[in-house]
């Protein structure tokens, strides 16, 4: 079935370093590609999406780019803040038993040390 | 516009009791969810819903109940509550077609005792 596996953390990173989470897929077909952000007691917000191959999402400096030949989304950003601590999940769109479903990583949590 | 808002924000139920989680959206969304969040797992799908007066189940809907009467709102109920569902509850909505991300509410802390 649809899956989705994300680099197991947690990560942590000093502050303006570069940032890569790697983050792979399984589909049939073509789903659309997300990643989320959730801060500490809070839900998951969208960061960026991409819904076809060689699109490249971008937000708040993120960015990641659809690879269909390596069915991958990798989540980069070149200069990461302590703000940007935080769980991040990679996910897809897929119509799984006749439905529309988000499948989503096990998320990855990310600490930024000043 | 206030999005997806959930009530309450922290619950604690004794093992047995019955509740009802909140969920509601003023993005006139078809497809609204709920899922689950533990430690290590992830988000779990437990039921959805892709218009009023139709509700299906997710991975996991086992002691769950919801219902979808109106488009707004998507309450999750949990008929007898144990243990094995102390978690983060989370709902979220998406208007069908495009993409399909979805909006997800600020979540419930629930603990069964």
């Known amino acids: 079935g649809d899956s989705v596996t994300q680099m197991e953390g947690p990560v942590t990173l000093s502050e303006e370093a570069f940032l890569t989470i790697n983050c792979t897929y399984t589909a049939t077909g073509y789903p659309s590609l997300f990643w989320y952000v959730q801060y500490p007691g809070e839900g998951l917000q969208l960061l960026l999406k991409?819904?076809?191959?060689?699109d490249k999402g971008s937000n708040k400096g993120f960015e990641a780019t659809y690879r269909k030949e390596t069915t991958s989304f990798h989540l980069e950003k070149g200069s990461v803040q302590v703000s940007d601590s935080a769980v991040y999940f990679c996910?897809?769109?897929?119509?799984?038993?006749?439905?529309?479903?988000?499948?989503f990583g096990q998320g990855t949590r990310l600490t930024i040390n000043p | 516009n206030a999005g997806v808002t959930q009530t309450p924000k922290f619950q604690v139920l004794k093992t047995g009791q019955s509740m009802t989680l909140q969920c509601a959206q003023d993005m006139n969304h078809e497809y609204m969810s709920w899922y689950r969040q533990d430690p290590g797992m992830g988000l779990r799908l437990i039921h959805y819903?892709?218009?009023?007066?139709?509700?299906d189940q997710g991975e996991v809907p086992n002691g769950y109940n919801v219902s979808r009467s109106t488009t707004e709102d998507f309450p999750l109920r949990l008929l007898s509550a144990a243990p094995s569902q102390t978690s983060v509850y989370f709902c979220a909505s998406s208007y069908r077609g495009g993409a399909f991300e979805q909006y997800f509410g600020p979540g419930t802390r629930l603990t069964v005792t």
């Open positions: 819903s892709v218009g009023a007066g139709i509700t």
């Open positions: 996910a897809l769109s897929a119509r799984i038993q006749g439905a529309q479903k988000l499948v």
């Open positions: 991409a819904t076809k191959a060689d």
